[in-house]
T-cell receptor, first 113, second 110 residues
Framework: KQEVTQIPAALSVPEGENLVLNCSFT??????LQWFRQDPGKGLTSLLLIQSSQREQTSGRLNASLDKSSGRSTLYIAASQPGDSATYLCAVVTNQAGTALIFGKGTTLSVSS | SQTIHQWPATLVQPVGSPLSLECTVE??????LYWYRQAAGRGLQLLFYSVGIGQISSEVPQNLSASRPQDRQFILSSKKLLLSDSGFYLC?????????FGPGTRLLVL
């Protein structure tokens, strides 16, 4: 059974810092991996999608890497801003037949100005 | 562009009462549809998914059910709510690899 773990559970940094959020999964036979952002009481916003054949994806100040063989992904946020404060969720799809995402519990990020 | 709607946004229900949460998607055809629940202190958990009208797969056995009466409509129901049904319910859709989530319904069962 696929399990997704995110470390740390919470993170507080001052504005301007570069930071890394970690995600690990127990079954390396994934189809893809997604990083989401969730603001308090709100739905999820997709940030980056990495296919199983890819090593990384970039969008603005965000960079996500994938090491499928070791069951790990990282989300790198450059030059953090207070507006980046949110919970970041990692999720994997373990096959391409339309079954849904398996989520980690998330990392809650707080960026202070 | 595609849009996903969920309602109500917030709901307070007594134990034993019925439940009906609705999700509709606009701007796409034949989407895969999903219901997730996020309970306090826990991660998002898939409840149901559907690849077409009338086709429902259940991931977690419980007192909830789902129906898809139309291509872009997904309904989550219960005949009798339990306290443990409290949580944040999210509907999502996909037509390729990316899933898009609705705004969610916060359910409190008292």
């Amino acid at each position: 059974k696929q399990e997704v773990t995110q470390i740390p559970a919470a993170l507080s940094v001052p504005e301007g810092e570069n930071l890394v959020l970690n995600c690990s999964f127990t079954d390396s036979a994934i189809y893809n991996l997604q990083w989401f952002r969730q603001d308090p009481g709100k739905g999820l916003t997709s940030l980056l999608l990495i296919q199983s054949s890819q090593r990384e994806q970039t969008s603005g100040r965000l960079n996500a890497s994938l090491d499928k063989s070791s069951g790990r992904s990282t989300l790198y946020i450059a030059a953090s801003q207070p507006g980046d404060s949110a919970t970041y969720l990692c999720a994997v799809v373990t096959n391409q037949a339309g079954t849904a995402l398996i989520f980690g519990k998330g990392t809650t990020l707080s960026v202070s100005s | 562009s595609q849009t996903i709607h969920q309602w109500p946004a917030t709901l307070v229900q007594p134990v034993g009462s019925p439940l009906s949460l609705e999700c509709t998607v606009e701007g796409t055809s034949n989407p895969n549809l999903y219901w997730y629940r996020q309970a306090a202190g826990r991660g998002l958990q898939l409840l149901f998914y559907s690849v077409g009208i009338g086709q429902i797969s259940s991931e977690v056995p419980q007192n909830l059910s789902a129906s898809r009466p139309q291509d872009r409509q997904f309904i989550l129901s219960s005949k009798k709510l339990l306290l443990s049904d409290s949580g944040f319910y999210l509907c999502a859709w996909s037509v390729s690899d990316v899933e898009y989530f609705g705004p969610g319904t916060r359910l409190l069962v008292l």
